[in-house]
């Protein structure tokens, strides 16, 4: 194709015309296996997490799915077959109060704004998958979601049971965590109470220790991530011991992992929602001041009740320690949770910190039982909470003089003798409360019947379509249960009088299983075909944000391995490989509305075009951290592509020319090759491979204009071309037409020529905390110590390190970073 110089690089019409041309032929679209196909490895599964559409897309989605989208690209161009598709979380409370804050209803609103989504996702030139597309709010997919709700309930992993939640008195409805501030309700500013309810929950606890064991598979996965799981789930061996109410004699387990400091216990703590208090602080002068404790208390986040000035008031009531036999007093305390052991603990103020500041706040003893081998006394302020191993029992009866380890076996098996105790392993994790009252979400597919009690609905009658209500907003019960119609119905058992389940579905739910959905998206006769699903699955890469860490990637580990134990799957983990990107920041706070630093992805690509955006939000930084806006930097991308698109016309005027085997600039661009590839494909970083080909471009402009290299020139175009079209589709697809090719999206990925990549000498960046502060030229191959031992030399890094570094990073022929 002839060109001419005259012609202008005009963003918005180029992407438009290869947006057209992808979706016309439905480029990125993929078909499932034929009946009896084998697993096959050219075939991948890349998925970023759904977006919520509360909204239309911000700078983090825009990362997200760029991120994805180079990946993708050169996923296929290797020669992967690569399963990419998109969806919407589209129930749940941030769809809800979106509608609720523009006052329409929760289900125009919500399709409008994915509509907004996709528009916006086409607009940037993602390579997706449309044919899948899925939206969590239709009744195609809840349909399905309501089915699995079913075979849990069947298997007993679904059940009902009382639970307290946050209450506003004056807006008479449930609140969600978030929706409570310092203890009072957002919206009025009311003080929060808490209530007991009957709700639903799913047994996420049968599975705990599968989920902390079955961990080894995980081998991609951020340690971060895995350690926040780890304690999430909250594995801890202990003992199990039974304290008595004095006087009734009625039973109050602990659980604790110190059963060698049970003689330091001076009082007990009962969590504000423990259900023995009502009974035991009936018709006591304490029970008016204990209840009005519990009703405000309970109500505050975890959060605040764990990190602010302890409190608490006493019951009035004691109990006895089993192993000496002690009266101490009952207090209720409002560090204590339900979610951790059983709601009460022995409280040893001598040894734990918060059982000190409450015991010195209420004038409670403080008895040292545990102490350092040596003899030498522990700090005057504060507990002692050494904790190790070199510490000897005191003040503890006939175990006093045991080490600490020695202490805990034998006051354990001392108490299970008697059958006061026993050994045994607690965790923090809780089961899955999955009920919300509230009305945009998936309803709970069952009914109520006087005479059969809670009975399922039949699959052929799924889905319980979701009814069109007016007034959605929450008033003190499920909005449902105001549709009368739509609640009264009939027992699917007897066939009398029934009344369906009001409470909807908690939206983890949706998205514990929409990456299974994906895969089989059309299929109106199952939730999936097992054989596509276990043939696309488990996804390959995911990634997202890591504030989900523990709880929707902790509840799809769960669903995936029960259904893999129900034998609707053949695999038990959901995601081989997770990765978890930073967020955008601007004037350094995350972009938000409400802070007025929002940069909308409309109004940077109407500037500057939807290939400089995607440039630019990958070339912020590592792809981990978090990142800074800055309008100069899209500025720079820009003008980067403006660049390579002067260059492409020069060269498409000269025409073809013979392309040398070798020479500097064939060199430098096999060496670009090697440094895209490696970095992205190995150390998934997506920064330095644009570094690399700005340093390509402006090597190109410097040997341009000599004809002697004009096949080197060539080449290295070309090169730039392909190794920049996963970040810049549209304007490299344009380019590589200048050149008189076509379909770069299905050219092979370039792979670099060892023998031109070798270098004799190479540059090694020497860092300090991150920062550039010399570079060495050093033979190729130089041994790790060796660099290090450079870099430790040199003037320029010496006056930023003193002493010892705290940890050093080498990585070879390349960089050496030293942190102090």
Same mark, same amino acid.
């Given at each position: 194709?002839?060109?001419?110089?005259?012609?202008?690089?005009?963003?918005?019409?180029?992407?438009?015309?290869?947006?057209?041309?992808?979706?016309?032929?439905?480029?990125? !679209?993929?078909?499932?296996?034929?009946?009896? +196909?084998?697993?096959?490895?050219?075939?991948? /599964?890349?998925? *970023?997490?759904?977006? &919520?559409?509360?909204?239309?897309?911000?700078?983090?989605?825009?990362?997200?799915?760029?991120?994805?989208?180079?990946?993708?690209?050169?996923?296929?161009?290797?020669?992967?077959?690569?399963?990419? %598709?998109?969806?919407?979380?589209?129930?749940?409370?941030?769809?809800?109060?979106?509608?609720?804050?523009?006052?329409?209803?929760?289900?125009?609103?919500?399709?409008?704004?994915?509509?907004?989504?996709?528009?916006?996702?086409?607009?940037?030139?993602?390579?997706?998958?449309?044919?899948?597309?899925? +939206?969590?709010?239709?009744?195609?997919? /809840?349909?399905?979601?309501?089915?699995?709700?079913?075979?849990?309930?069947?298997?007993?992993?679904?059940?009902?049971?009382?639970?307290?939640?946050?209450?506003?008195?004056?807006?008479?409805?449930?609140?969600?965590?978030?929706?409570?501030?310092?203890?009072?309700?957002?919206?009025?500013?009311?003080?929060?109470?808490?209530?007991?309810?009957?709700?639903?929950?799913?047994?996420?606890?049968?599975?705990?220790?599968?989920?902390?064991?079955?961990?080894?598979?995980?081998? +991609?996965?951020?340690?971060?991530?895995?350690?926040?799981?780890?304690?999430?789930?909250?594995?801890?061996?202990?003992?199990?011991?039974?304290?008595?109410?004095?006087?009734?004699?009625?039973?109050?387990?602990?659980?604790?992992?110190?059963?060698?400091?049970?003689?330091?216990?001076?009082?007990?703590?009962?969590?504000?929602?423990?259900?023995?208090?009502?009974?035991?602080?009936?018709?006591?002068?304490? *029970?008016?001041?204990?209840?009005?404790?519990?009703?405000?208390?309970?109500?505050? !986040?975890?959060?605040?009740?764990?990190?602010?000035?302890?409190?608490?008031?006493?019951?009035?009531?004691?109990?006895?320690?089993?192993?000496?036999?002690?009266?101490?007093?009952?207090?209720?305390?409002?560090?204590?949770?339900?979610?951790?052991?059983?709601?009460?603990?022995?409280?040893?103020?001598?040894?734990? *910190?918060?059982?000190?500041?409450?015991?010195?706040?209420?004038?409670?003893?403080?008895?040292?039982?545990?102490?350092?081998?040596?003899?030498?006394?522990?700090?005057?302020?504060?507990?002692?909470?050494?904790?190790?191993?070199?510490?000897?029992?005191?003040?503890?009866?006939?175990?006093?003089?045991?080490?600490?380890?020695?202490?805990?076996?034998?006051?354990?098996?001392?108490?299970?003798?008697?059958?006061?105790?026993?050994?045994?392993?607690?965790?923090?994790?809780?089961?899955?409360?999955?009920?919300?009252?509230?009305?945009?979400?998936?309803?709970?597919?069952?009914?109520?019947?006087?005479?059969?009690?809670?009975? %399922?609905?039949?699959?052929?009658?799924?889905?319980?379509?979701?009814?069109?209500?007016?007034?959605?907003?929450?008033?003190?019960?499920?909005?449902?249960?105001?549709?009368?119609?739509?609640?009264?119905?009939?027992?699917?058992?007897?066939?009398? %009088?029934?009344?369906?389940?009001?409470?909807?579905?908690?939206?983890?739910?949706?998205?514990?299983?929409?990456?299974?959905?994906?895969?089989?998206?059309?299929?109106?006769?199952?939730?999936?075909?097992?054989?596509?699903?276990?043939?696309?699955?488990?996804?390959?890469? &995911?990634?997202?944000?890591?504030?989900?860490?523990?709880?929707?990637?902790?509840?799809?580990?769960?669903?995936?391995?029960?259904?893999?134990?129900?034998?609707?799957?053949?695999?038990?983990?959901?995601?081989?490989?997770?990765?978890?990107?930073?967020?955008?920041?601007?004037?350094?706070?995350?972009?938000?509305?409400?802070?007025?630093?929002?940069?909308?992805?409309?109004?940077?690509?109407?500037?500057?075009?939807?290939?400089?955006?995607?440039?630019?939000?990958?070339?912020?930084?590592?792809?981990?951290?978090?990142?800074?806006?800055?309008?100069?930097?899209?500025?720079?991308?820009?003008?980067?592509?403006?660049?390579?698109?002067?260059?492409?016309?020069?060269?498409?005027?000269?025409?073809?020319?013979?392309?040398?085997?070798?020479?500097?600039?064939?060199?430098?661009?096999?060496?670009?090759?090697?440094?895209?590839?490696?970095?992205?494909?190995?150390?998934?970083?997506?920064?330095?491979?644009?570094?690399?080909?700005?340093?390509?471009?402006?090597?190109? /402009?410097?040997?341009?204009?000599?004809?002697?290299?004009?096949?080197?020139?060539?080449?290295?175009?070309?090169?730039?071309? +392909?190794?920049?079209?996963?970040?810049?589709?549209?304007?490299?697809?344009?380019?590589?037409?200048?050149?008189?090719?076509?379909?770069?999206?299905?050219?092979?990925?370039?792979?670099?020529?060892?023998?031109?990549?070798?270098?004799?000498?190479?540059?090694?960046?020497?860092?300090?905390?991150?920062?550039?502060?010399?570079?060495?030229?050093?033979?190729?191959?130089?041994?790790?110590?060796?660099?290090?031992?450079?870099?430790?030399?040199?003037?320029?890094?010496?006056?930023?390190?003193?002493?010892?570094?705290?940890?050093?990073?080498?990585?070879?022929?390349?960089?050496?970073?030293?942190?102090?």
């Amino acid at each position: 194709m002839e060109a001419s110089q005259t012609e202008r690089y005009d963003p918005e019409a180029i992407e438009a015309k290869w947006q057209a041309i992808w979706a016309a032929e439905e480029a990125f !679209s993929v078909p499932n296996p034929d009946p009896g +196909s084998a697993a096959d490895l050219r075939s991948t /599964y890349v998925l *970023e997490m759904l977006p &919520y559409p509360s909204g239309e897309l911000h700078m983090g989605h825009v990362f997200n799915y760029t991120l994805g989208d180079v990946f993708t690209h050169i996923r296929r161009r290797q020669g992967y077959t690569v399963l990419r %598709p998109m969806g919407y979380d589209a129930f749940g409370l941030n769809s809800e109060n979106a509608a609720i804050k523009e006052g329409g209803h929760p289900r125009e609103i919500t399709n409008r704004n994915i509509e907004a989504i996709r528009r916006q996702m086409k607009r940037m030139g993602w390579a997706i998958d449309w044919s899948r597309e899925v +939206s969590t709010a239709d009744p195609e997919y /809840y349909r399905w979601t309501q089915w699995l709700f079913l075979r849990f309930f069947e298997r007993g992993l679904a059940y009902r049971r009382e639970a307290p939640v946050k209450w506003c008195p004056r807006d008479q409805t449930v609140l969600a965590n978030e929706q409570v501030i310092d203890g009072r309700c957002e919206r009025c500013g009311t003080e929060v109470e808490s209530k007991s309810l009957t709700q639903w929950f799913f047994k996420i606890t049968d599975y705990a220790d599968q989920l902390l064991d079955e961990m080894d598979a995980l081998e +991609s996965w951020p340690d971060r991530v895995l350690t926040m799981q780890r304690n999430w789930i909250g594995r801890s061996e202990g003992a199990r011991v039974t304290f008595t109410v004095q006087g009734s004699g009625d039973e109050l387990p602990v659980f604790t992992t110190r059963p060698d400091t049970l003689f330091g216990a001076t009082f007990f703590a009962l969590a504000p929602e423990h259900p023995l208090i009502g009974e035991l602080t009936a018709g006591t002068a304490h *029970e008016e001041a204990v209840a009005d404790y519990v009703r405000h208390t309970a109500a505050r !986040s975890t959060v605040e009740r764990e990190t602010k000035e302890k409190d608490g008031v006493f019951t009035g009531r004691y109990a006895v320690n089993p192993v000496n036999g002690e009266a101490i007093p009952i207090w209720v305390a409002d560090y204590v949770l339900m979610e951790y052991g059983t709601g009460a603990i022995m409280a040893v103020p001598a040894h734990d *910190e918060r059982d000190h500041a409450f015991a010195e706040t209420y004038d409670l003893e403080i008895r040292q039982v545990v102490a350092p081998v040596d003899g030498s006394a522990p700090a005057e302020e504060g507990a002692y909470v050494a904790h190790t191993d070199d510490e000897v029992l005191v003040n503890s009866g006939e175990f006093s003089g045991l080490s600490a380890p020695d202490g805990k076996k034998a006051i354990t098996a001392w108490l299970a003798g008697r059958g006061l105790g026993e050994a045994t392993i607690g965790y923090r994790l809780r089961d899955w409360l999955l009920s919300r009252q509230r009305y945009w979400g998936c309803p709970i597919p069952v009914v109520h019947c006087d005479e059969c009690g809670v009975v %399922p609905v039949p699959a052929d009658q799924l889905p319980v379509l979701l009814p069109e209500i007016d007034d959605y907003l929450p008033k003190g019960k499920s909005p449902l249960a105001a549709a009368e119609d739509w609640v009264t119905t009939t027992c699917p058992s007897c066939a009398g %009088p029934a009344r369906r389940e009001t409470d909807t579905m908690d939206t983890f739910v949706d998205s514990s299983w929409y990456f299974l959905r994906y895969a089989d998206a059309r299929n109106d006769a199952a939730a999936w075909d097992q054989q596509i699903v276990d043939y696309w699955l488990p996804v390959k890469q &995911y990634i997202g944000g890591v504030e989900h860490a523990v709880l929707h990637l902790l509840y799809a580990r769960f669903f995936t391995k029960a259904l893999n134990d129900m034998e609707l799957l053949g695999f038990r983990e959901p995601f081989s490989r997770l990765f978890t990107q930073g967020m955008i920041y601007r004037h350094g706070k995350k972009m938000s509305k409400s802070k007025g630093n929002v940069v909308a992805p409309d109004e940077a690509i109407a500037q500057h075009g939807a290939d400089a955006l995607r440039l630019y939000i990958l070339y912020m930084g590592p792809a981990e951290h978090d990142k800074e806006w800055s309008d100069a930097g899209i500025e720079g991308t820009a003008r980067l592509l403006d660049r390579i698109w002067r260059l492409v016309l020069e060269v498409a005027v000269r025409g073809p020319v013979d392309v040398p085997a070798d020479g500097d600039l064939i060199r430098t661009a096999h060496r670009t090759i090697d440094r895209v590839s490696d970095d992205i494909l190995r150390r998934f970083q997506f920064h330095t491979p644009i570094a690399a080909l700005f340093e390509l471009v402006n090597e190109i /402009y410097r040997e341009k204009d000599d004809p002697a290299r004009a096949g080197e020139v060539r080449f290295a175009t070309e090169t730039v071309l +392909s190794l920049v079209q996963p970040y810049a589709p549209h304007v490299s697809e344009e380019l590589w037409e200048w050149l008189g090719h076509s379909r770069l999206w299905e050219q092979r990925w370039p792979e670099a020529d060892p023998a031109l990549v070798a270098e004799d000498t190479v540059e090694v960046v020497v860092q300090v905390n991150g920062k550039l502060r010399d570079r060495l030229q050093v033979a190729a191959g130089t041994p790790e110590a060796e660099l290090l031992s450079l870099a430790l030399a040199s003037d320029r890094v010496r006056t930023h390190v003193n002493g010892e570094p705290r940890k050093t990073v080498v990585v070879p022929d390349r960089l050496v970073n030293i942190v102090v």
